[in-house]
């Protein structure tokens, strides 16, 4: 039986790393959560230039403890932008954002989140 050397078993982890990295890379993008208009408005953004559809969920938590939440999806767009507004000012807002895309002809998904506070 062979053993292989030292370089021949390097290559092997790092071709099979570089591969995990390309294959499972998240795309470029730009996910958002502000809040503003006197702290009565909340909007959620979500930016991504490779996506098929973007969408995008927020959740304002207002300062009496009662929630305001809205939803917004774009369709072989780039951008998907949401705006919550309550006649109570927000205390927090947070937003999910869900972007889907093809890389290397391959159909993935992407979640991520963000947040913002009172101004």
Same mark, same amino acid.
């Given at each position: 039986?062979?053993?292989?050397? #030292?370089?021949?078993?390097?290559? #092997?982890?790092?071709?099979?790393?570089? #591969? =995990?990295? !390309? %294959?499972? %890379?998240? &795309?470029?993008?730009?996910?958002? !959560?502000? +809040?503003?208009?006197?702290?009565? $408005?909340?909007?959620?953004?979500?930016?991504? @230039? +490779? $996506?098929?559809?973007?969408?995008?969920? +927020?959740?304002?938590?207002?300062?009496?403890?009662?929630?305001?939440?809205?939803?917004?999806?774009?369709?072989?767009?780039?951008?998907?932008?949401? @705006? %919550?507004? /309550? &006649?109570?000012? #927000?205390?927090? %807002?947070? =937003?999910?954002?869900?972007?889907?895309?093809?890389?290397?002809?391959?159909?993935?998904?992407?979640?991520?989140? /963000?947040?913002?506070?009172?101004?």
């Amino acid at each position: 039986m062979r053993k292989k050397g #030292f370089f021949g078993g390097t290559a #092997f982890v790092l071709a099979l790393m570089l #591969f =995990s990295m !390309t %294959a499972f %890379a998240a &795309p470029e993008n730009r996910c958002t !959560t502000t +809040i503003g208009s006197a702290n009565h $408005a909340a909007t959620g953004k979500t930016e991504c @230039r +490779i $996506a098929t559809g973007c969408s995008v969920y +927020i959740t304002g938590n207002c300062t009496d403890g009662t929630e305001v939440t809205s939803s917004g999806h774009g369709v072989v767009a780039t951008l998907a932008v949401v @705006r %919550a507004e /309550s &006649p109570r000012e #927000f205390s927090a %807002a947070f =937003s999910s954002h869900f972007i889907e895309y093809y890389l290397q002809g391959v159909y993935r998904t992407y979640k991520t989140s /963000s947040s913002a506070g009172r101004n």
